[in-house]
């Protein structure tokens, strides 16, 4: 639509992920590095799937809107298991990593935690899919034109951009939990992030009733950054501590640095 | 477009948009949502000269307004002073495309964005011509110095219907629409969102347009050329084109051309006719009467006098000239004046015995002609008109009373040498053609009319009324050239020009130029230039002749020429010399029972002589002796319609992705400070890892 448009959505779709990057990844080389790798795993989940999508697509019927509906159905759901095959994938090779990093140095504790190395690999996944998600659309929004004239709803480019939040987010808590579930052995986790991967992705085909799709995605996000908390050692407790500001009486009394 | 990788099996609600509207999975982004381009826009471009600048201008990434379908001159009201969403982009009926509106629209120009005009698809009942009331008034031979009391339309105003808009400026761009899908699309979306239902405002979002038409020239012509000399990169950017095409020449007597300048012995008598036209539009210029009247009857008067002339030929010479560019203050003829000279062209000044000019001869009402003649110079036998008209329907006479010559370019002529000469029009005063170079002087207003139900073939071959009268007119000019050449008078009941021809050359310049006949007269690599359309005859800038100054040549060289026989192509355009005649090789027909077709090679004295004004070679870009129209260079002239959002929703966008990056900047800072106690277990070892 305009300039402003242009910067609203960007910063709407962007803004916590560029707030965490900022705050926790920027200064700890390693953790950018892995951002990085996680990005790429991404990448080539996407472009093993539209592959297969787009090779199914050149021998169908091209006619046919049922058969090509179908399609994209058949897509969507390859690529979320794409997706999570490849987040398995990274996991196995980050443990592998791992330990070879520790027999390598000198140090005896590992440099980056697993539990880190979740949270930093879903946020690199959640970036690159967040990125061809909506840079697209972005750059369409920079020009005079809002969407509309065709009788589509008037509202694409705000749902676009807190749809793209809400993924990216999502992305982030599913490392957590994936990872926390594989490392315990809990599959009915694993299996559950997959579930709600899932859910949330065929939620988009509700458009372009925005409601629809964007409510109960929201909902999920809010379930599963809660679990991701808890998988990620956060408690009630811990939340009432900092809330209340008694913290700091906490690590006085319990000689733990800061 | 974006590709359609992006609409593959993803999460987001891109691809699903998609899936509802699709019946194929093609490249389909969200620019098509957006955006309806508009296939057919005729701009007005902006010309510059000496002193000024005409024509319109966008901005650099186009005019955006909001659409607005004027239906009469009190809507005007909403979009100069009470209409709450500034800037307007108009939509206007032609016939509300007068003066008055303009005037008015120019002076709210903060408000209006642009202007849009659907042209009807007849003529108007009403005359209009664009042009100025006095044309080429600076340029002619009718200065202070040379008789005051006729300079500037003193005696007569030539174009009483002239309104001068094609010479206005406009900061906003105006362009012209048909009346087709487009169009309904642009009218269904004002309906739906720009109507404001009773009195009350139009609520967003609301039906807009964009215009791109941005010109890169300014100011005017020396300002122009001395931008487009800037060396400072090594592509240096061309902002302005002089305008140029070229003048087609022949004479009845082969002329050495390689030998220019003075030919001893050689009188020539010169017969002129003008080629081009234009319109407040680029690139539509019929010129029915204004032009394509007068050329086409000297075509026909040339093929006329051809046997005549060899059979019994006169002793005085006769060159036909067309002259290109004589709309924007004779650039042909003063081209052409400059070359003899300076001793660059075939003949010399002192070789013109004396000088007939067939103007706008399309329209005669009661099948009168006038002579116009210049009563300054004029010497007492200069034409001798009255047997050439003898015994046909065609009376003619002049004007009875001392008046300036019109618009023409013997004019040009007549700056350089008093040369005898007349020139014919239709009209005695003033002119009679309402629609001096506008748009609607096309086939329509010279009332060319076919039966229904003929096919283009027989459409051709049908000759029409205004044929026949232009055929009469064609063979007043061939006999009173024959007479002016010397030619004995008994001969001139032998000299008639052909209706045929002349309808089929009128049905090929005003109808469609891609016919059977055009098709035969021209070599192959010309065919793609014709097309089903009406011929374009503004003047332009190519360096190249242009589509119809090539036509003309072709045309002309077939119907004074005589056929080479058992020349290849070879030695029709690489061997045989080019000193005395032109050989052309043209593709001609097809034999009945072949598809191939036969070609031949085509020896005339039809030649081109560059027409670009003397000015540019002189480089005296402030020259008010020579003709200094440039045309502006532009990257890219398109239209498209969409809807835009309140300018209040926008910012609240804008606020609300502000909020959200600030408030996320926010709560990352202090969790991330408090990471240590948000995320510990309590009761672990402080360096338990997994």
Known sequence: MTASVFFGCTFIAFGPAIALFLFTIAREPLRVIFLIAGAFFWLVSLLLASLVWFISVQISNKDSAAQQKGLLVFGVVLSVLLQEAFRFAYYKLLKKANEGLLTLSQEETMPISIRQLAYVSGLGFGFMSGAFSVVNILADSVGPGTIGIHGDSQHYFLSSAFMTMAIILLHMFWGVVFFDGCEKQRWWAVAAVVASHLIVSCLTFQNPEYVGSLVPTYVILFLMGVWAFYAAGGSLRNLKLCLTCKDKDFLLANHRPR | ?690
């Open chain 2, 1 to 690: 477009s974006r590709p359609a990788i992006s609409v593959t099996a993803r999460d987001p609600p891109v691809g699903h948009e998609r899936s509802r509207r699709l019946t194929s999975v093609g490249c389909n982004s969200v620019e098509k949502k957006i955006y309806v381009n508009l296939n057919y826009t005729v701009p007005c471009v902006r010309l510059l000269n000496a002193t000024h600048q005409i024509g319109c201008q966008s901005h650099l990434s186009g005019n955006v307004g909001v659409l607005h379908v004027l239906e009469s001159e009190e809507n005007l009201d909403w979009v100069l002073h009470s209409g709450l969403t500034p800037p307007y982009l108009v939509i206007l009926e032609s016939s509300l495309f007068t003066r008055y509106s303009e005037h008015t629209l120019k002076n709210g120009s903060s408000r209006v964005a642009g202007v849009a005009v659907v042209t009807p698809n007849a003529n108007p009942s009403q005359g209009t011509s664009p042009h100025t009331s006095c044309p080429n008034e600076n340029t002619g031979v009718y200065t202070e110095n040379y008789d005051p009391t006729m300079a500037r339309c003193n005696v007569t105003v030539w174009n009483p219907l002239g309104t001068g808009l094609s010479y206005e400026e406009f900061d906003f761009p105006i362009f012209a629409m048909k009346e087709d899908n487009d169009t309904q699309v642009i009218r269904q979306c004002y309906m739906d969102h720009n109507r404001a239902g009773n009195g009350s405002t139009p609520q967003y979002p609301l039906c807009a347009m964009q215009l791109y038409s941005h010109m890169s020239a300014v100011t005017d012509t020396a300002t122009c050329m001395r931008r487009n000399n800037i060396n400072f990169s090594l592509s240096p950017e061309m902002v302005c084109d002089p305008l140029s095409d070229f003048n087609v020449w022949a004479s009845t007597r082969p002329l050495n051309n390689t030998a220019k300048g003075h030919k001893e012995g050689e009188s020539v008598v010169l017969a002129a006719a003008r080629l081009d036209s234009r319109s407040f539009f680029f690139d539509i210029a019929p010129g029915a009467e204004s032009g394509v009247s007068g050329f086409v009857a000297l075509l026909a008067a040339a093929h006329a006098l051809r046997n005549a002339t060899q059979e019994a030929p006169p002793p005085r010479n006769i060159l036909y000239a067309f002259f290109h560019g004589e709309t924007f203050d004779y650039i042909g003829s003063s081209r052409m004046v400059y070359d003899m000279e300076k001793n660059n062209f075939a003949v010399d000044l002192d070789n013109i015995h004396s000088v007939l000019e067939v103007g706008q001869v399309g329209l005669h009402a009661e099948s009168r002609l006038w002579l116009h003649s210049d009563p300054v110079s004029r010497k007492n036998s200069s034409v001798n008109e009255e047997s050439a008209a003898s015994g046909l329907n065609v009376s003619v006479e002049e004007p009875g009373f001392s008046q300036p010559l019109p618009p023409s370019s013997f004019q040009r002529f007549l700056r350089a040498r008093p040369i005898p000469g007349v020139v014919i029009e239709d009209h005695r005063s003033a002119f009679t053609n309402s629609f001096y170079e506008s748009m609607y002087d096309n086939a329509e207003y010279l009332n060319i009319s076919y039966p229904p139900d003929l096919t283009p073939d027989e459409q051709l071959e049908y000759v029409t009324d205004t044929a026949k009268a232009l055929t009469e007119v064609a063979t007043v000019v061939a006999r009173t050239l024959y007479i002016q050449a010397g030619g004995a008078e008994s001969r001139l009941g032998s000299i008639n020009a052909d209706p045929q021809m002349v309808t089929r050359i009128l049905y090929g310049f005003l109808v469609r130029s891609n016919n059977s006949w055009f098709q035969q007269l021209i070599p192959s690599d010309l065919v793609s230039h014709l097309t089903d359309r009406p011929t374009n005859f503004y003047v332009g800038v190519a360096q190249q002749p242009g589509k119809p100054t090539l036509l003309v040549q072709y045309l002309l060289a077939n119907l004074t020429g005589i056929v080479v026989s058992d020349t290849c192509f070879n030695n029709c355009v690489f061997v045989l010399l080019p000193q005395m005649y032109s050989y052309l090789w043209v593709q001609g027909a097809a034999p009945p029972n072949s598809t191939e077709r036969v070609g031949f090679c085509m020896r005339s004295a039809a030649r081109l002589s560059k027409a670009l004004s003397p000015a540019f070679d002189l480089h005296e870009y402030t020259s008010k002796d020579y003709s200094t129209w440039t045309e502006s260079r532009w990257k890219t002239i398109k239209g498209r319609i969409f809807l835009v959002a309140s300018h209040e929703l926008e910012m609240l966008t804008l606020g609300v992705g502000v909020g959200v990056l600030l408030t996320s900047l926010m709560l990352t800072y202090i969790m991330s400070s408090k990471a240590d106690i948000l995320f510990s277990s309590g009761r672990e070892p402080a360096n338990a890892t997994y």
